[in-house]
């Protein structure tokens, strides 16, 4: 159980361009998901905290308007990388809390934005 | 505010060697205490966590222990694998918030 999906798993993109990337809980509904970016060789940074139905709250120096994310049910998150630039490129992993009885948060597998 | 602070990697062990990864907090309140796991190319993994002072969280032979009165939390494994070799992460949740996570330490373990 707590499985958490991302897709894709991987994209390369063209600067300029926008990228999607998908968060699912498979088998639980979360009404907290967190994005994450992760640099080479270093530890996970919190991006923002997405509520389901309301408007993610991004941590201090994440452009909100660069990094767009959606919540719209228990079970998926959307990060929208929008004008991605090559500094963009980066490891984005996605966790999710379930609704009830946990502070455990369960993270995806990743994905691995290259933007050229 | 918050924070994690893990022992320095890398850390590279023979196999079956006794690991040790040292893991101190700071926190304001009674925090959650958790270690990930992450392996190349892969998201992180929940391998045991601890709730309240003294509880012990163990999973796939590793162990930890809440210690309140050294605020610690370090990982322990009386013979590693090769199928270890992973990045450890030590982390804290507080009130239910937003994960702090430790630097994470490498560990390569050899045959």
């Known amino acids: 159980g707590a499985v958490v999906s991302q897709h894709p798993s991987w994209v390369i993109c063209k600067s300029g361009t926008s990228v999607k990337i998908e968060c699912r809980s498979l088998?639980?509904?979360?009404?907290?998901m967190f994005w994450y970016r992760q640099f080479p060789k270093q530890s996970l940074m919190l991006m923002a905290t997405?509520?389901?139905?309301?408007?993610?709250?991004?941590e201090q120096g994440v452009e909100k308007d660069k990094f767009l994310i959606n919540h719209a049910s228990l079970t998926l998150s959307t990060l929208t990388v929008t004008s991605a630039h090559p500094e963009d490129s980066s490891f984005y992993i996605c966790?999710?809390?379930?609704?009830?009885?946990?502070?455990?948060?369960?993270f995806g597998p990743g994905t691995r934005l290259t933007v050229l | 505010g918050d924070s994690v602070t893990q022992m320095e990697g890398p850390v590279t062990l023979s196999e079956e060697a006794f690991l040790t990864i040292n893991c101190t907090y700071t926190?304001?309140?009674?925090?959650?205490l958790f270690w990930y796991v992450q392996y190349p190319g892969e998201g992180l993994q929940l391998l045991l966590k601890a709730t309240k002072a003294d509880d012990k969280g163990s999973n796939k032979g590793f162990e930890a222990t809440y210690r309140k009165e050294t605020t610690s939390f370090h990982l322990e494994k009386g013979s590693v694998q090769v199928s270890d070799s992973a990045v450890y992460f030590c982390a804290l949740s507080d009130r239910g918030s937003r994960l702090t996570f430790g630097e994470g330490t490498q560990l390569t373990v050899n045959p």
């Open positions: 926190a304001t309140g009674y925090p959650s």
């Open positions: 966790s999710a809390r379930p609704i009830r009885g946990t502070d455990t948060q369960y």
């Open positions: 088998d639980f509904q979360a009404t907290t």
């Open positions: 997405s509520n389901e139905g309301s408007k993610a709250t991004y």
